[in-house]
């Protein structure tokens, strides 16, 4: 079955970068896009960006343009998120999620990783 | 950048009945493009509708979505004990994703 797998929680001091993975299985990597959303403590889903693990191309939100690099690994199946410049603004549960060639919702989730951001 | 518009913030109900929950569009956007999410704490969100009425697999047919333009609604027709959560619609402009700010579902 579909899985994304995303790596654990991480505790970041203010300045520092982030780095989070998201390992995906059980379907061609290259067939769905990789889009990640974050969820900050009592507020809605916010998408940042995606990346296309065929060519590698990527679209960032205009928030983040600057700060966020989105890659991927097609060797191991997996897509890494960098957020660079960290304030406490950037604590939330950050999510992976696919969605297939042609279609515009999310087909699969991650489980979500936590960061918090705090000196 | 398209936006979303949920309407009402928060819905008190109790199981059994009927919910309506509205997602408007600061422009007219296609159906193909308009997705339904219910996301519980803990847990990521899971995909109900897409493609602004079409039930994703394993969803209970209670859950329904209609609409076009810029006004669409996500029905839940009796609500069960499992359906009090938070619901999201989201839409593509092809080239970038944004979502409503959520309707919260709670037990009256």
């Known amino acids: 079955q579909v899985q994304l797998v995303q790596s654990g929680a991480e505790v970041k001091r203010p300045g520092a970068s982030l780095k989070v993975s998201c390992k995906a299985s059980?379907?061609?990597?290259?067939?769905?896009?990789i889009h990640w959303v974050r969820q900050a403590p009592g507020q809605g889903l916010e998408w940042m960006g995606l990346i296309n693990p065929a060519g590698g191309s990527t679209t960032y939100a205009q928030k983040f343009q600057g700060r966020l690099t989105l890659s991927r690994d097609t060797s191991t199946s997996t897509v890494y998120m960098d957020l660079s410049s960290l304030t406490s603004e950037d604590t939330a549960v950050f999510y992976c999620?696919?969605?297939?060639?042609?279609?515009?919702?999310?087909?699969?989730w991650g489980q979500g990783t936590l960061v918090t951001v705090s000196s | 950048e398209i936006v979303l518009t949920q309407s009402p913030g928060t819905l008190s109900l109790s199981p059994g009945e009927r919910a309506t929950l509205s997602c408007r569009a600061s422009q007219t956007i296609s159906i193909t493009y308009l997705a339904w999410y219910q996301h519980k704490p803990g847990q990521a969100p899971r995909l109900l509708v897409y493609g602004a009425f079409s039930r994703a697999t394993g969803i209970p047919d209670r859950f329904s979505g209609s609409g076009s333009g810029t006004d669409f609604t996500l029905t839940i027709s009796r609500l069960e004990p499992e359906d009090f959560a938070v619901y999201y619609c989201q839409q593509s402009d092809g080239s970038s994703f944004t979502f409503g700010g959520g309707t919260k579902v709670e037990i009256k």
């Open positions: 999620a696919n969605v297939q060639g042609g279609y515009y919702h999310y087909a699969h």
């Open positions: 059980g379907y061609t990597f290259t067939d769905y896009y």
